[in-house]
Nanobody
Framework: QVQLVESGGGSVQTGGSLRLSCAAS????????MAWFRQAPGKERESVAS????????NYADSVKGRFTISRDNAKNTVYLQMNNLKPEDTAVYYC??????????WGQGTQVTVSS
């Protein structure tokens, strides 16, 4: 099992930036992929970005390409989501997800991001 703790959410104005962090603990050696999801009120949870734990290849939702950057620090067992040029439609609760090599998924508690116009 992998435990995740997120931090870094908050409130910003349109065009502002935030950086989210997700610290992993537990069965780190079994990590395969880590990702950020978000869920806005009344909407389904959607994938934002993902990063392969070994190798570092990344994927992004079209809505955040060019504005968000996912990265990892293997030494700190931490994944980051740098969010620039934020828009009101980015407002949501952001969740970190870890996927192990055996297909087990773990989720963080979520962190609120609010972007005002």
């Amino acid at each position: 099992q992998v435990q995740l703790v997120e931090s870094g959410g908050g409130s910003v104005q349109t065009g502002g930036s935030l950086r989210l962090s997700c610290a992993a603990s537990g069965r780190i050696l079994s990590l395969y992929d880590m990702a950020w999801f978000r869920q806005a009120p009344g909407k389904e949870r959607e994938s934002v970005a993902s990063i392969r734990w070994s190798g570092g290849s990344t994927n992004y939702a079209d809505s955040v390409k060019g504005r968000f950057t996912i990265s990892r620090d293997n030494a700190k067992n931490t994944v980051y989501l740098q969010m620039n040029n934020l828009k009101p439609e980015d407002t949501a609760v952001y969740y970190c997800q870890a996927l192990t090599t055996t297909g087990i998924s773990s989720w963080g508690q979520g962190t609120q991001v609010t972007v005002s116009s």
